[in-house]
Each structure stands twice: as structure tokens, then as C-alpha cells.
Nanobody
Framework: QVQLVKSGGGLVQAGGSLRLSCSAS????????MGWYRQAPGKQRELAAT???????VYADSLKGRFSISRDNAKNTVSLQMSSLKPEDTAVYYC?????????????????WGRGTQVTVSS
């Protein structure tokens, strides 16, 4: 019903920058929240940053000041600009979006995850 297509990621040296983008498509009625989560080797998946339709953002404490999330509501796209990257930022990053889609007589809630993208920061 809702598909997420991501771009970006890869390998970068410590102190460098990367940008991740994710676009949602399908029979979308409304997207409420878009965001990024990450999972480092041997650790649980954790929130990186989220953004609402109105532009309210939430960041993991360790990412404040280094990562910036933005959103294009018209294109259902969310981006994560990552700067001053550290080796501990190495993880698989996942796009997530929550909203409703046209699934019948009334909108149906959805909570969709994209395929992860590897971000590796070398020291």
C-alpha cells in the first residue's frame, strides 16, 4: 500500500558528511510522521530523528547539532543530513513513515519501514 524508496548512505571518513533521502509512494491519504532510525551492530534499533507534517522535530541526544532532518510534504520525502560523522554513527539506517492510506471506505493507518541503508564511518 505504501512503498519507501531510499537513497544515499555509504562509506565516509570521520568528520565527513552524508545525506540520506527517502520517498514514500502509494495510495497515501496522509503522512503524519517521517523519520530515520538506526541499528548499530549488536545493538537495538534506535531513533535518530523524526519530523511531523508541521515541521516539529525530535533528535536523539547524541545527534543534536550534527544531524538535520527535513521534509518535503508535497513530495512525501524526508531527508537526513549527517555532518561531523563519527565512527559510532556506523549503523544501518532505516526510513520510517506513519500515516493513513486509502484502503477501503475510509483511510487505513500504516507504519511502514524502508529497507535499511548502510552508513559506515571510518576513523
Amino acid at each position: 500500500q505504501v512503498q519507501l524508496v531510499k537513497s544515499g548512505g555509504g562509506l565516509v571518513q570521520a568528520g565527513g558528511s552524508l545525506r540520506l533521502s527517502c520517498s514514500a509512494s502509494g495510495s497515501i491519504a496522509r503522512i503524519n510522521v517521517m523519520g530515520w532510525y538506526r541499528q548499530a551492530p549488536g545493538k537495538q534499533r534506535e531513533l535518530a530523528a523524526t519530523i511531523t507534517t508541521g515541521g516539529s522535530t525530535v533528535y536523539a541526544d547524541s545527534l543534536k547539532g550534527r544531524f538535520s532532518i527535513s521534509r518535503d510534504n508535497a513530495k512525501n520525502t524526508v531527508s537526513l543530513q549527517m555532518s561531523s560523522l563519527k565512527p559510532e554513527d556506523t549503523a544501518v539506517y532505516y526510513c520510517n513513515t506513519k500515516g493513513t492510506y486509502y484502503g477501503g471506505s475510509s483511510p487505513v493507518p500504516f507504519d511502514s519501514w524502508g529497507r535499511g541503508t548502510q552508513v559506515t564511518v571510518s576513523s
